[in-house]
């Protein structure tokens, strides 16, 4: 992925991100709410006993926003670290996603204290989680083209 494009969806992902964290907790309770009953109805649809909460629908919310993140870090990041770099160098690259991860929670969290809404350190854990998931699926797409990449290498020599 090209440096700029990178930087674009990243910028439009962080907006996203952070302009949910800015609503106030009236409006946030609301989108919540609606995102929820339509999570219900599909779960009642599919004849799955579960019964959601907005507690539940947040922390998703958290998790599978900062897994998108954790995707494009993984899927920008990872590819820049080579085999003929030194390990330290290996270490830093693959580090970057799950580092800027950690940051973006943390700004996510201190955005909330604007908003009038509380900051949470487990909501922070959450997004990290969401971020080493995205990543890791990142890291397996990679590989998995890498190996197709090879083999079909391999097969026209």
């Known amino acids: 992925m090209k440096k700029r494009t990178f930087i674009i969806i ?4 962080l907006l996203f991100i952070w302009g949910h964290s800015l609503l ?3 409006s946030s309770a609301a989108e919540s709410g609606w995102i929820m009953q339509i999570m219900q109805a ?8 579960v019964k959601l909460t907005q507690h539940i629908v947040r922390k998703l919310a958290h998790f599978t926003e900062y897994s998108g993140a954790g995707l494009l ?6 590819p820049r670290v080579k085999d ?3 390990v330290k160098q290996k270490i830093r690259k693959a580090a970057m996603p799950f ?3 950690l940051f973006i929670g943390f700004m996510d ?3 909330q204290l604007f908003s009038g809404r509380g900051a949470l350190i487990v909501d922070v854990w959450i997004d ?3 971020i080493c998931f995205g990543a890791a699926i990142s890291g397996a797409i990679l590989m998995i083209v890498s190996k197709i990449k090879k083999k079909k290498n391999a097969q026209t020599l």
């Open 10 to 13: 990243m910028a439009v992902v």
């Open 24 to 26: 106030p907790q009236s």
């Open 42 to 49: 599909v779960l009642d649809f599919l004849h799955i006993p």
């Open 73 to 78: 870090l993984g899927l920008y990041f990872f």
């Open 84 to 86: 003929e770099e030194g």
């Open 99 to 101: 580092a800027a991860g």
């Open 109 to 111: 969290e201190t955005v």
């Open 128 to 130: 990290f989680a969401g």
